[in-house]
């Protein structure tokens, strides 16, 4: 569930650089240096809460003398009015970084409590939530982040670290006479041992086909229940089964019955709604 | 309406970076270097299209090669299956840069929507639907930019391009005895002639103090339409009036009716879902 | 009179980078990494002193263990002879930072005397000296800084944070059969509610039609004082007056009795001389 | 004479997001994207032109649809009124890139023409005029050209490449009981045989001790022309000799008369005055 | 067998920032900007020719007027005095590139050159040669590139692409009593379904327990001949093996015949001689 | 023997990006947030030790927290079993530091091996063993300092800082008629006084009149024994020589026995074998 220290770092400076830039004009001529505060980030809502260690890496880019304290962790299910960090040090810094750390808290909480959602939907079956690249860009380390700290689990970070042969993969070499199997034997002669390959299916016939070539991994794209079950039972375990397209907290649990591995959601990023979360000066 | 050249590239090629890093695996492995394809952007449902100069930095910056061509403008309401745009040229660009330019339009586009459902809901009021700084880290110049595609209006740009006295700052004030006309006083001099001062009030009276000490804009928060009215009436046209503050499409009617001049909604960038485009190899 | 601190590190690394790169040939050379110093920095000539912050960034840079001591502050006016600040630590660090050190606040504390001289001739009058955007590439905050330092005030940071139609802009315009009004009336409809509009005139007609349209502030360029008194007169306070155009130190006392509210002045960042300041190891 | 295009890129693109950030406000409200237009860079007074290809650069930067036509080569002597470059495009890119391209070519010209003076001073006698690291940060590789341009010969630039041994490192040095002698052959130790080595001199004494000892060139420091004769006397040709100090156009000449091989100006970049140079839409 | 042209340019940029720096003085002294000529990059030794995108990448990015000419792929084994490419434009760019060119299809040639020697002594068995994380800092995507061009495959990326559970990994973990079983399941819970999950095993029951806990690979480290073989035996095809430590030349056959699936040697990039090339004026 | 902390950082930092990027899963899944470690950096074979303070500096990247200690200093001959250096603290940090850490350490130390045997060869001679910019792109600074740790001596960092007239451009100024006298005469006229010329001959007339031009410094390229000697007895110390040209171990000896000032080995970096160096944790 742990998140790289130089992840946040790049985030949080390029954040600020484009937030505060030059300098918080209004501080600066309002507020002296030696003034000190206090605040607490407060949950004005309740959710799921993601980014604390995000919150002390804005403080301390904006001034290495505020001191954070986180009051939970990541992960903790918090309700309304609870305080879920403090900040205390230069006044100038907590009113300069306050519009940056909530942001980014409220962004990476909002989808940590809609991923957890949907993680509840699915109750004790064993399907897993996967998020997809649906992401921020720019935000991509964190917000897989927050999907792990709501319970879900992550996809691939990028077309850089394993092979997924979509359907636009699948229709150019069609064009070329290559079929699935074709397609995933020469996946696999590119690819070291270390890459997996997941091949999109849009029906059972072409899942079993990949199944048969090897791959590891079959998305199976805008399937209803029914397909899915035909699906999980002609490939009979020699493939893992991701379910996709479309899938609401609504629909997420007829399709986890159906026995798929994974169940991936867009939404959990591309759509999630920020957290209503406040800092309030003490 | 337009978007600096300069903004579209730094977080076009963070974006990939991101996604694409040291290649996208599957395709170089599929894809022959000399397959060339065609592609369409497609609505899969209606909206305000906003992002087309982003998509064609996208291509441009994946292979130079690809010819990107717009069937609309930004701003135009495209009903679902609606073609927007065209991609042609090398297969192995158009499936690496496919996510990136989704992402990108699809959230920028979700952006211009929800403002112009703002917009309309105005109608024909004089009061001017405006933006503020809960957007995406990174993602500032791009979201606001769709603001304007929108129909709104763009707040300041960060920290330093005009003085926004907010609660804290005045709490933090008023605990040394400096009141808000004091505040706007000092903001006055520290601040050059091309810098505007907006203060957040609390009350009618508030607002009356700060209009009093010269304040060019005065946002007032979390007020009941009764009690904006009371202020557009007790200002008098002195400074300009911006009513913030949890305004939903359901209660900005009623809040532009009262005869504020703007009113800030941060739900167009903190909260817009994803509009549904889609990517078609032909 | 604050200045950011990213904005100062962002400087003090390019310059380090240009002048030191892989390292300082004589220094490593010569000076055993243990050998500890003290250095003074100490006025040559009698000037306003601006950059101690910048001063403690370089050699802070250069090498941590490095203590700089400011022994005023910046807005300082010092005589020849004056120490400013001092430096204690390890020798090499002292002797690789001076340079930048000293190039940086030499600039700096030049402009910051130049704008006191200004600020003077214009005594007890209320127009206020403004600095342009004709500062050095790359040092735009800092040389903004010193000018507040020195008691002037700061036009817009650049083009992206206020709008100034100039002349260029209006011949432009006008070619097309746009006027001035009308050109004031776009940028208002482009422009939100914290973005002042300024437009230059050459003209007292230019200035009335400027301010007709509601222009927040007028540069009235190249006028004698008559003209300037003109200016004056018709305004009438409608918008802010100011002042440009090959000003002096000489000239500007007249300028200011003219009734303007600002008059600016490039030479204080193109054309200031740096100030002599060393560095003496004792 | 020439210039490194990264040197230049670098400059420019700094330059560009500080002046015009996230976009050009008044232009993108003002100028329609199809605009075209002209314009020409015009000497407002004589000087040596230096920068054209930093002013192709800026432009192009701006809008790779500009086309820039320089009408004279650098280290033109150009007098009042003279076209020294043109510029053809859409009016958005002209009124966007200006500023910027005055900055730096004003700047660049005023050192070439304070250098060419320098030179002229000089006249037929042999002595070089050297600038110093006394330049703008960021700028110097400009810098430095532009006393190339002028007829200036460049010092070393920066610490990395070539060793000067200064009177701070002596005197630490004397502390420890290492004269001019041992300074100099530790410094032949370590520095590989492409790096030069210099030593500061503040007698004839000093001066004979360096080149006694090896040093290629002898820094004589404020010496007056008696000293500085005495010096050259005593050398007899074993180092080249440079005078440094407080030199100025009144007083140069009589330096170089001493026989002195190079005479160094810092006042070449840190106290240059911009050339006046303007831009005109025809 | 394809390299992201995003991983070409940024090694490229970063190589002639540091060769080339402000400018190649002894070209800019010699050459006349007008000077074309063409060069023949030629082999002086017999080897695999890789690099041919990077060359081109290095004279484009030198001088965009550089023509470069391929005249093998990347893979030929070409011999000694082989053509590969030629270069034709301003001579001035030819001379100014030719180094960081030469350096870098050097050792990229070298380590394919390297490569291709290990899969010869592997020869028909089924074992496929692995690279490691023992490349050169700031150039791994070229040389695992390098690699693949030479007929080996490439192991992970990086720490952040798949798991490898390796020697202190085990026995900090056995300190805690957890065993490789246990640490097995800790990593597929983390793990999404892209990642895969290697163990380093130092003897045949290691190996047996990973295998049983589901890991994906196994690595078999500094085992002779036999226990590679046993553990071929035991593991049964229920993991795939790779074999790894100290393997040469002299050895690799004799551990292809043992059975395992992949052979890993760092030697390939750690330790690969450049290959001798040239650049040829003609 | 120093290095510069700027030219480590930069290193360090993107050989962390490369390897550790968004995370380093395995220790992240594993090791718990609190456990605690230490670790010994052993040889594994004999060597000069080179690049401690690059491990410093990466541990200190990975993990502030994390104590470097060194046991010898850069420049130790150590046999293998030394411990050169020992790692205490968090021990996700000494898992995610150890690859990059051994990478550059490796690297570095092997360079200094073979440096410090071909210093070994030449023995008593006064020829001094020389670099030349056949580095690998991006680790110049470090790789130059393994020299130095050797016992070598650094030629030019790059084509920035001294001025190396090469048979390729000596070809093409011969094409317009141009001699090598010429281009020393040239390339003094555009050289300031701290920039040294060197000229590549490959005859003893060559050599003669690079001399009589007034060549600092003259590279015998490829010239046998007999040769050389003729060279040095013809230059007679009015320059440098420098014999170059696949100088290997065997013949360096017989090569410094002519009289050579300097002789100058790019396999020194080119070819350089990692130094086996293991990591243990304790």
Do not use: D
């Given at each position: 569930m742990d998140l790289s220290p130089e992840a946040i770092r790049e985030v949080v400076e390029r954040a600020l650089s484009e937030d505060v830039g030059r300098g918080d004009l209004t501080t600066l001529a309002l507020?002296?240096?030696e003034a000190r505060a206090e605040a607490r980030m407060v949950m004005r809502e309740a959710g799921v809460v993601a980014g604390l260690p995000v919150l002390a890496a804005v403080f301390a880019a904006v001034d290495p003398a505020l001191v954070v304290t986180a009051r939970v962790a990541d992960g903790t299910v918090a309700g309304a009015g609870a305080v879920i960090a403090e900040v205390a040090g230069p006044a100038r810094g907590i009113l300069t970084g306050e519009r940056v750390a909530l942001n980014l808290v409220q962004r990476l909480s909002g989808i940590a409590t809609l991923t957890a959602r949907y993680v509840a939907a699915v109750g004790d079956l064993p399907a897993r939530v996967l998020d997809t690249r649906k992401t921020t860009p720019g935000l991509r380390a964190l917000e897989k982040y927050a999907v792990r700290v709501g319970g879900g689990t992550n996809h691939r970070?990028?077309?850089?670290d394993a092979i997924l042969i979509k359907d636009n993969h699948l229709a150019l070499l069609a064009a070329q006479g290559v079929g699935v199997g074709d397609a995933v034997r020469r996946a696999q002669a590119a690819a070291g041992p270390m890459v997996r390959i997941e091949v999109e299916a849009d029906t059972v016939a072409q899942a079993r086909a990949a199944a048969d070539a090897g791959a590891n991994l079959i998305l199976l794209d805008n399937m209803a229940p029914d397909e899915l079950r035909a699906a999980v039972a002609t490939i009979g375990g020699r493939a893992k089964l991701e379910a996709s397209g479309g899938i609401t907290l609504e629909t997420i649990c007829a399709v986890a019955e159906t026995g798929v591995d994974y169940i991936s959601v867009g939404?959990?990023?591309?759509s999630a709604r920020a957290l209503d979360i406040g800092l309030d000066i003490v």
């Open positions: 507020i002296p240096a970070f990028g077309l850089h939404a959990l990023t591309h």
